[in-house]
Each structure stands twice: as structure tokens, then as C-alpha cells.
């Protein structure tokens, strides 16, 4: 089997192409940076400019589905012009692959995309499962609407569409966790908000897992990539701070200083997203680290 993985070299890229090279499968991937380009048998690269809608369309040959993890990160300041980036670079991206696939022959029968629990509205009680149908109307709600529709439409290619709503990645290499830990490490961390807020979490390398279970087992439709036990965010922060052997000497932050610091990027410390694994578990999904302290000892 040959997959086209776009967001290859980023945190959940690496660690997908990793595993894809234990399990024999080849990789085809896009990149931006010329300077990224790989040429080995069973790692190839191939460049585009989705924002000048260029792609090269040998990274087609001989494919069999695609995992679709490109986007600007979420965790820069949000301007009104970086919120275009990030809107963008999640729908031009799938338009361009889109426009492709129609247009080149090729053998694609599955495109698995990245999506984001963001999409479920901000609740303290609700626990939410595949079947939502609610959106949240926040920035980042609005945003993954847009970006599963784009991937939606791949369907009208006779193309099998799955999708992964990630939840908070945890490893120590990238995205929240370092950031987290930063302000413990030095004894300033401490909670946001009441900290009763969900966080529906998963350990980077099961996160790659369930990409590829859903490519081998060829399972179709939105599946939850979270573990089966979501933490508070004060029950997170302190489960840091004691892998970590740090204390938490600071109350609790409150969620104006952090709009008055981060702007409305700071729904991302303090709203919250219960959201259920199960769907992911029935289809015989296991996860190395079920529980947070797992996951954590893992990483430090």
C-alpha cells in the first residue's frame, strides 16, 4: 500500500509516518519546502504552493488513500489577517487536492482528514459523541464546519471519506503540552478559570494508531480521536506539575486576564469539550495510554 500524507513532517505527520514504515506501507507526501524534499523508495516527496494553487501530480502515483493533516496552527496570535490563514490553509488545501483528484487519473479510494473537537460547543455537562449535530458558533467552531465540508465534498469522487476530530495531542516534541509545562517547570503554573472546564485528550502516538486503523480497516465516516477518559483542567495542570515533581503555589487564573493577554485566542485555555471515545473503541480501537498518568509518564 502507497499513502499521500500532506502535514507529513509536522507532530502527528512524523509520528504516522513512523508507524506507516513498521507496518511496510509507503509514503507519498507534500510539502512546501523544496528543501524538505526525500526521495527514497518508500518516502517520497513532492512539492505544492496551495496558496498559488501549484502542485506536482506524480504524488498521486500509484496511491492508495490519503491522510490530510495540513493547517496553520491554531496557537498563534489571532489576528483578523492570521485568522484568514488559518481558515484558508485548511480549505484551500483540500480544494486543491479536490481539484486534482478530479482532474488526474489515479487509483485514491479513501482520504482520511484531520478535524478537531472544536467543532462541539463549549458545555460543562454535555458529553458528546460522533452524532452531534450541534456547531459551536466560536471562531475555531466555524472554522471546523468549513473544513469537513471541504473534505465532505471528496465524496462526489466516489472517494470513501474519514474524519478525525483530534482532541488536546499530548507529547512532549510539540503543540500543547511543552507550553503547558513551561510555566509549571519554573513554578508559576497553575490552572485557568474555575478549571473545571473538559479536556478530551490523546497521546500522540495513538493518535497515529487510529489513523492508520481506520486506513487498514477501511472505516468510513467522523470518529473521535480522543482517549476514553477526558480530565478537568485542573485535574490536568496538577497531574503535570506531580509527573513533573513541581508544586502549584498560584491560585487559579481568571479567564479576563487572559482575554486581556491572548485575546479571543483564549477560548482555547478555557472553554470545554467533554467528548466520548466509544464510537472509536467499538470498531476494536486500543489504546496504549487509556489514562492521563499513562500518557504523561510516557513523555516525561
Request: include cysteine; glycine fraction near 6%.
Amino acid at each position: 500500500m502507497r499513502i499521500l500524507i500532506t502535514g507529513a513532517t509536522g507532530l502527528i505527520g512524523t509520528e504516522i509516518v513512523k508507524q506507516c514504515q513498521k507496518n511496510n506501507i509507503a509514503v507519498n507526501y507534500l510539502t512546501t519546502s523544496k528543501s524538505k524534499l526525500s526521495n527514497s523508495e518508500n518516502y517520497k516527496g513532492f512539492y505544492w504552493d496551495p496558496s498559488n494553487n501549484q502542485i506536482d501530480k506524480d504524488c498521486l502515483d500509484e496511491v492508495d488513500a490519503i491522510i490530510h493533516l495540513v493547517g496553520a496552527s491554531i496557537s498563534k496570535c489571532w489576528t483578523e489577517a492570521y485568522k484568514k490563514t488559518i481558515l484558508l490553509s485548511r480549505i484551500q488545501t483540500s480544494q486543491l487536492l479536490f481539484d486534482t483528484l478530479k482532474n488526474t487519473t489515479n487509483q485514491v479510494k479513501h482520504i482520511i482528514s484531520a478535524s478537531a473537537i472544536g467543532i462541539y460547543p463549549n458545555s460543562l455537562t454535555n458529553y458528546y459523541t460522533e452524532d452531534t449535530t450541534e456547531v459551536s458558533t466560536s471562531f475555531l467552531g466555524q472554522v471546523v464546519k468549513q473544513w469537513e465540508q471541504a473534505v465532505d465534498a471528496f465524496s462526489t469522487l466516489n472517494i470513501m471519506v474519514s474524519k478525525v476530530r483530534i482532541g488536546l495531542v499530548l507529547s512532549s516534541k510539540g503543540g500543547a503540552l511543552p507550553e503547558m509545562a513551561k510555566p509549571i517547570k519554573f513554578g508559576m503554573g497553575a490552572a485557568f478559570g474555575s478549571g473545571k472546564q473538559w479536556q478530551s485528550w490523546i497521546h500522540v502516538t495513538d493518535l497515529a494508531s487510529l489513523f492508520l486503523h481506520i486506513l487498514i480497516n477501511e472505516l468510513e465516516g467522523v470518529y473521535n480521536g480522543v482517549a476514553p477518559n477526558p480530565e478537568t483542567n485542573s485535574y490536568l495542570t496538577k497531574a503535570i506539575a506531580k509527573q513533573l515533581k513541581r508544586p502549584l503555589l498560584l491560585p487559579n487564573i481568571p479567564e479576563f486576564a487572559m482575554n486581556l493577554i491572548l485575546g479571543e485566542m483564549h477560548i482555547l485555555l478555557f472553554e470545554s469539550q467533554r467528548v466520548s471515545s466509544q464510537k472509536t473503541e467499538d470498531t476494536g480501537f486500543n489504546f496504549i495510554h487509556y489514562n492521563l498518568q499513562s500518557a504523561l509518564q510516557a513523555e516525561y
